[in-house]
T-cell receptor, first 115, second 114 residues
């Protein structure tokens, strides 16, 4: 059973370019979370999605960031016009249901570097 | 809104010594609590979780944690540290609301001294 798959593992973008981060949840999981990790700051919640629905996007910056989880295919976190401050590790997690006593399973992350 | 505070961003213990990583939470309703471990350049792996029932929870790799409602704490312990325990540890909370996300602490990096 493949775990949560994120790609690419490392992504380098120049300022002003777009970054697209992909997350394929575990088989049978229909709920996806995105987190951003900066050194010494832990994981910051960004967005929680179910297939074709955004459940909670309270952690998403108001501009340049968007996320989707289509009926078919992976979840995408999209960052437009990247800036140096977007450099971080972005983690995706999936769970089988909305029952919050079910733990989320994490991918290995995408490390975004903006140069 | 719920929150998590982990005391000590870095903790060092000698191999064979007791490991104690502290976590305090804030929640307006009975919480669900988790400890995750992250090895370098890896994602997070669940160590253990508390939802309901027994307040002393045993996890993988010899770790355990005790939910103490009166102290709003969920400290992680291991009787005898091993070199392979060196990693970053995150405490997390949800409020049991079916729409709720997982909120993480800032993490504690555990160093094991030979």
């Amino acid at each position: 059973n493949a775990g949560v798959m994120q790609n690419p593992r490392h992504l380098v973008r120049r300022r002003g370019q777009e970054a697209r981060l992909r997350c394929s949840p575990m088989k049978g999981h229909s709920h996806v979370y995105w987190y951003r990790q900066l050194p010494e700051e832990g994981l910051k919640f960004m967005v929680y999605l179910q297939k074709e629905n955004i459940i909670d996007e309270s952690g998403m910056p108001k501009e340049r960031f968007s996320a989707e989880f289509p009926k078919e295919g992976p979840s995408i976190l999209r960052i437009q016009q990247v800036v140096r401050g977007d450099s971080a590790a972005y983690f995706c997690a999936s769970s089988p249901s909305r029952d919050s006593n079910t733990e989320a399973f994490f991918g290995q992350g995408t490390r975004l570097t903006v140069v | 809104a719920q929150s998590v505070t982990q005391l000590g961003s870095h903790v060092s213990v000698s191999e064979g010594a007791l490991v104690l990583l502290r976590c305090n939470y804030s929640s307006s309703v009975p919480p669900y609590l988790f400890w995750y471990v992250q090895y370098p350049n890896q994602g997070l792996q669940l160590l253990l979780k508390y939802t309901t029932g027994a307040t002393l929870v045993k996890g993988i790799n010899g770790f355990e944690a005790e939910f103490k409602k009166s102290e709003t704490s969920f400290h992680l312990t291991k009787p005898s540290a091993h070199m392979s325990d060196a990693a970053e540890y995150f405490c997390a909370v949800t409020e049991g609301n079916r729409d709720d996300k997982i909120i993480f602490g800032k993490g504690t990096r555990l160093h094991i001294l030979p």
